[in-house]
């Protein structure tokens, strides 16, 4: 099984997807100020665990997700997915007892779309950018010329996607200031992902060689397409719900 792409969008943010989540989760949404901020978090943190679950064959909210900085320890990490201990009770040692490996993961959303990049072993990063963001940024090169928003943004997210997958720089570029360069890599490689909807790049990164097309899928799955296999609490999979009203 290789890489997967999940996309999701701000419109499925719903309450019933806090039930997903674990404590923490739930306080890093509930601290957000703006409600499309906290819409986008939720949505993310909940398209993360439904992923990984389809994968392992497991219920989203049985996926433990440990999300602590490296820097300071806050819950405010990269997400990594762990696995229960061998011989662990309990419903996670149930569904996950069998699998040997995590999958790596990576998320990010920009404006309606949120996304989430998994690989059954090994680091991946993925970046998805609305590019009017770009092109609102004060002596941004897209600010100063509209035409190069677009190209503006592809740098950003390579960047920012070989970053999640393990890029280190001893200087990370601004956005005001991209460098191609600085994203070229002989032991990574990044590609650039279609977007389900215009005016957003995205993109993502592995390790090692070019980076193979991924197998991309969408949740809420469309009326008809089989959704990811997990228990009965398959329930709290709404269908796209408006934004306003789950949020407000």
């Avoid at 989540?21 to 890093?28: Q, S, Y």
């Avoid at 590609?191 to 070019?210: E, F, H, I």
């Amino acid at each position: 099984m290789g890489i997967e792409v999940w996309w999701s969008s701000l419109t499925a943010a719903d309450r019933s997807l806090r039930d997903l989540l674990d404590p923490v989760e739930r306080a890093r949404v509930d601290s957000l100020e703006h409600p499309a901020d906290r819409g986008r978090s939720l949505v993310g943190a909940a398209l993360l665990r439904v992923a990984v679950a389809a994968h392992l064959g497991a219920a989203p909210d049985d996926v433990l997700v440990d999300r602590t900085c490296t820097g300071c320890g806050g819950p405010h990490g990269a997400p990594r997915v762990i696995l229960p201990a061998a011989g662990a009770s309990g419903t996670r040692s149930r569904t996950l007892g069998l699998c040997t490996a995590a999958p790596g993961v990576s998320v990010s959303h920009s404006g309606l779309l949120v996304v989430v990049a998994l690989r059954p072993a090994g680091p991946v990063g993925v970046d998805v950018q609305r590019v009017a963001d770009l092109e609102d940024a004060p002596g941004s090169a897209a600010h100063r010329h509209a035409a190069g928003s677009t190209r503006e943004a592809e740098a950003w997210v390579r960047r920012e996607a070989l970053f999640k997958a393990g890029v280190r720089a001893s200087v990370r570029p601004a956005r005001r200031a991209p460098s191609v360069a600085w994203a070229a890599s002989a032991a990574y490689a990044a590609r650039s992902l279609s977007t389900p909807l215009p005016g957003y790049a995205a993109a993502l990164a592995v390790p090692g060689g070019p980076a193979a097309a991924p197998t991309v899928r969408h949740w809420p799955a469309a009326e008809g397409q089989r959704r990811p296999r997990s228990s009965s609490r398959a329930k709290v999979m709404p269908a796209f719900f408006s934004f306003g009203r789950a949020i407000a």
